[in-house]
């Protein structure tokens, strides 16, 4: 069974779930997600939140970068998981792990990351997601 982390914003809860379930059904262990924080928790439970969150980018053998509009941009990408794709990416790179890398959506030309990521396209590096 194939690992999977899911990277999106946490406000597109409704999406996350439409994605969690598709991937149950195609037989993906979730290894993790984007869930809401507590208003009142959120300085307590961030880093605890960010530490698990980049273990499972680590141990997983998919990430998906779910680039659903956001904020009237379509193929909206934040600057959390901007750093999320870098990361796996640079893990693929540095230290040899095979993490198959997708994004749902082209990203927007409006983004500021829009040229590296459109690079790593390009060159393979990530791939868009088509589903199945």
């Known amino acids: 069974m194939k690992k999977i982390v899911i990277s999106v914003s946490s406000k597109l809860q409704d999406k996350v779930n439409y994605w969690l379930d598709y ?8 290894l993790d997600y984007p869930r809401l924080i507590e ?12 530490k698990n969150f980049y ?12 680039n659903e509009e956001k904020n009237g941009i379509k193929g909206y990408i934040g600057a959390s998981a901007i750093a999320e794709l870098t990361y796996v990416v640079i893990l693929n790179l540095i230290h040899n792990k095979n993490i198959d890398i997708y994004i749902l959506n082209m990203p927007s030309e409006e983004l500021s990351a829009y040229d590296e990521v459109k690079f790593w396209l390009d060159i393979g590096w990530i791939k868009l997601y088509k589903e199945k």
């Open 23 to 30: 991937f149950k059904k195609q037989n993906y262990e979730i």
């Open 39 to 50: 208003q009142d928790k959120y300085t307590e439970e961030l880093p605890i939140v960010y």
């Open 55 to 66: 273990n499972a980018l680590e141990n997983t053998d998919v990430f998906f970068l779910m």
